[in-house]
């Protein structure tokens, strides 16, 4: 069993390098991620789970990082925004995203486009339903989600295109 | 047509490329080495006078550092506007004697960690006696009302006045002549504007004794303005650093977190974050206020408005903060773009037991908006009108005067009302299809300068 | 921080000491999904703390016509679950994907109204829980378990235990909006239709209409030895409305919510009804 008294420390793949955090009992993942590793992308807009500007990668799935305890991901992979693409290699949602002015102020926008993410690496060509369905735990109150889905559909798109060269 | 570099063409954000990587950086993302966290102490009734704060077991939790109350506000008054105008001081910053809504600041915590802060916060014993709150804007307008505000009533004093009004020609010989009498009331409930980014506010005591505040306010210099009259130092001592704020749409006006953490970052020499929780975002910032809005139109058979007679109820909450102003915002827009000859508008900014009301998108500017013109789509369904056309006949041409003493410039209401119809098909009556603004057939010619 | 210990047990067993050595003072954390909302919000300070996440409860099994669903086991997994039709269904319309990641079925037995989408499927299922503590396992009915909604301090729910679905299934939820949404009303029907048509067996849950999930049993009574024709279904659902107990909060008024339990119920049967 593992015990994890007082501070201890946690070892995991994060965007593909491994990384260490000493943190404190019930600490959770975004928090090591913000307050530690100092990794910003991830935003904290609620810690109830209600928003998803939080959202991440753990083993290839999506969660809340607010709610996840880091203790657990140890030996685990998390993947952020910064771990997918930046400034200068942009990923192909992130180009979408800015080319269809899919983020106003920005800070749903890290969570978004991991939920984007995590549909097209399991759903090359979705439709705009599934879209929606897969943003269900996102909320962005500036830039309206229409925008938002379309970058998506434009995102699917070029990766297609990618993948066919 | 010349292709312009800028108009009409379309341009990427500035900021975008830090969006949709996760570089812009945000209050919340700002970090320094020892930096200790915030957390307030609230009250939990809607009113009540403070008996007893005990801090002291707080106090005594491992890493709290700092216990902030009213006594260490310098000045401890938060009136937003007092720079234009409004009175008296209604707000304190942290709550000494009486808490006038659930909610209200009391006292503040600092500690090591933001968990710490959090429990600190939960061990400080509140001592009040709970009072019978007026949570209704027509009940605190009854003399049964107890009055919660000092000056012995319920409402914003304009000029010695309860209500802010404004007058213009004769309403009464107006509903006199009028062929109908069409009333509407129309209400709005408070309205949270819900930021994905909550308030958060960062401050630095730097060694040459100034203060580096980092703030996610919509108006940096409102809140140098005010932090600087709240702590009493010149405002030469605060270096406020703004930028990307996560959504703001006006509850971000509010000079609300940078004070107290400024106060906890003297009184610690240390760096402090203050970020409010989403239930405190939702329950505890000020909200587009609740407003409630009577119409009263007089209507000739043709259309034309010749009376309109408001009365508008604007719930505030507890303090003023943007309200009266708001109120007044409120009061010019109600009788609409519309020429009307005989208008009478009273405008109530009232005082209740509920969480401050304050700026949001159109500062009730949107309530009269709303009002307006579901009551300009009533009166179109009673006389039997075709809703554009009652617009069109109504709309201020230039060179009208507005009842609120101003003449009209640049009106372009038929304009657009023109081009709207085009866009969504709706073929216009004949009597209006030509009208412009600066074509005065049927309506009262300009006023002469 | 206050929480001095997080504890990972990797056996139900070495959970269950950590149970009966603590007690009270150990905040068990299925999926977190609840319990971590609280700590930030300040309601909830725990000293001790415990993740079931690998404790060997994550499983879902098939075992004599029966599904064994681990109380860890979360939400994602049991919407991509190919069979149980209702169940599917209701994890599919709880939360957003991210939260099922993380959300178990255990927790949500402890949830409180609106939530706790998962009960109304499983009441009507007849599920039963298996609950295990120092030295004894037992199985309860999810009813009585939902009643009362307590354990002893030493005590964990290990496993759900549903039984084979008999008939036809039916699960509806209304929410505020179309997904991610607490329920205004939820309600799940499992009925046996004889070869004539008629109700020889059915059970009818409702969610959102009382502190915890329920059965509309009245509702119920009124199926049994008839035909799904209109007049029937309508005094059905007119049964399910007079008989829960719905609560007003920030997403709908007790009101809204009954009318809704009569229309919700209406549709479920309607829906069973086609779906010869
Ligand atoms: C954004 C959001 C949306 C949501 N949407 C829905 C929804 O649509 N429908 C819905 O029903 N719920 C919803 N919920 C509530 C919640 O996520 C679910 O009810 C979930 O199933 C709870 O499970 P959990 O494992 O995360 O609970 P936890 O937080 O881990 O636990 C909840 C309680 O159960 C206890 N507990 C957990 N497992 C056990 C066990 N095996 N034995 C004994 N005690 C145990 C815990 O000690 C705690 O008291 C939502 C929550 C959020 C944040
Ligand atoms: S911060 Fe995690 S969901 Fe809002
Ligand atoms: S861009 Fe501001 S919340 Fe989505």
Known sequence: MATQLATHIVTFQLNGRPHAVTVAPLTTLRTALREDLHLHATKAGCGQGGCGSCTVLLDNELVLSCLVPVTLVDGRSVTTLEGIGGPGRLHPLQEAFHDHFAAQCGYCTAGMIMAAKWLLDRNPNPTRAEIQMALAGNLCRCTGYVPIIEAIEDAARRMSKGVKR | ?449 | MSTTAFFVPRTVEQAIDLKREHGKNLVVLGGGTIVMGLVHDGLLFPKLAMSLARAGMSDVRRRDGWLEIGAATPIARLAALKGATTLERAAGMLGGPALRTLATAGGNLFAKAPYGDMCVPLLAMDAELEIAGAGRRYTVPLEQFLSRRSLKNDELVVSIHVPKAQGRGAYLKLGRRQANTPSVVAVAVQAVLDTNGKCTDVRIALGAAAPQAVRAKKAEAVLIGRRLEDATIKAAAESAQAECNPATDSLASAWYRREMVGVFVHRALDELGRST
């Open chain 2, 1 to 449: 047509m010349k292709q312009l570099g800028i108009v009409g063409q379309s341009v990427k954000r500035s900021d975008g490329i830090g969006h949709v990587t996760g570089q812009t950086e945000y209050v919340d993302d700002v970090f320094y080495p020892g930096m200790l966290w915030l957390k307030m102490v609230r009250s939990p009734v809607s009113r009540g006078r403070i008996r007893r704060v005990d801090t002291s077991r707080a106090e005594r939790l491992p890493g709290v550092t700092a216990v902030v109350t009213a006594k260490d506000v310098p000045n401890n008054w938060y009136t937003i506007l007092c720079l234009i105008g409004i009175e008296p001081n209604d707000e304190p910053v942290l709550a000494d004697e009486e808490v006038m809504y659930e909610g209200e600041p009391i006292c503040a915590v600092v500690a090591e960690t933001e968990d710490i802060a959090r429990e600190a916060a939960s061990l400080v014993k509140l001592e009040i006696d709970e009072q019978e709150p007026v949570l209704d804007v027509e009940y605190a307008l009854t003399a049964d009302a107890p009055a919660i505000k000092k000056w012995g009533n319920n409402t914003f004093m304009y000029d010695g006045m309860n209500h802010r009004r404004l007058r213009f020609g004769d309403v009464d010989r107006g509903f006199e002549e009028a062929d109908h009498i069409v009333e509407g009331t129309y209400q709005m409930t408070p309205i949270e504007h819900v930021p994905m980014e909550t308030h958060v506010c960062v401050v630095k005591p730097e060694p040459n004794g100034r203060l580096t505040i980092h703030s996610n306010t919509q108006a940096l210099y409102f809140t140098m303005d005010n932090t600087a009259i709240i702590l009493k130092v010149p405002s030469n001592r605060l270096r406020l650093v703004g930028g990307t704020v996560g959504g703001g749409f006006g509850g971000k006006v509010d000079v609300i977190t940078e004070p107290v953490t400024s106060i906890a970052a003297m009184k610690t020499g240390r760096p402090v974050k203050w970020r409010w929780t989403r239930e405190e975002e939702f329950r505890r910032s000020s909200v587009r206020g609740a407003c409630k809005m009577e119409y009263r139109d007089g209507v000739m058979k043709d259309g034309r408005i010749v009376a309109r007679k408001v009365r508008s109820i604007h719930d505030a909450g507890a303090y003023h903060r943007h309200s009266p102003y708001g109120v007044q915002k409120n009061m010019a827009n109600l009788p609409g773009p519309y020429s009307i000859p005989n208008v009478w508008v009273d405008c109530y900014c009232v005082y209740t037991n509920r969480q401050p009301s304050s700026a949001m998108r159109g500062f009730a500017v949107t309530e009269a908006t709303f009002a307006v013109e579901v009551q300009m789509d009533k009166i179109a369904s009673v006389i039997g009108m075709d809703p554009w056309e009652i617009r069109m006949v109504n709309a201020y041409r230039n060179g009208h005067m507005r009842p609120v003493r101003k003449v009209v410039e640049d009106a372009t209401l038929l304009e657009t009302l023109k081009a709207a119809a085009q866009l969504v098909g709706h073929e216009l009556p004949a009597r209006v299809r030509d009208m412009h603004s600066d074509d005065y057939a049927g309506v009262a010619e300009p006023v002469q300068p």
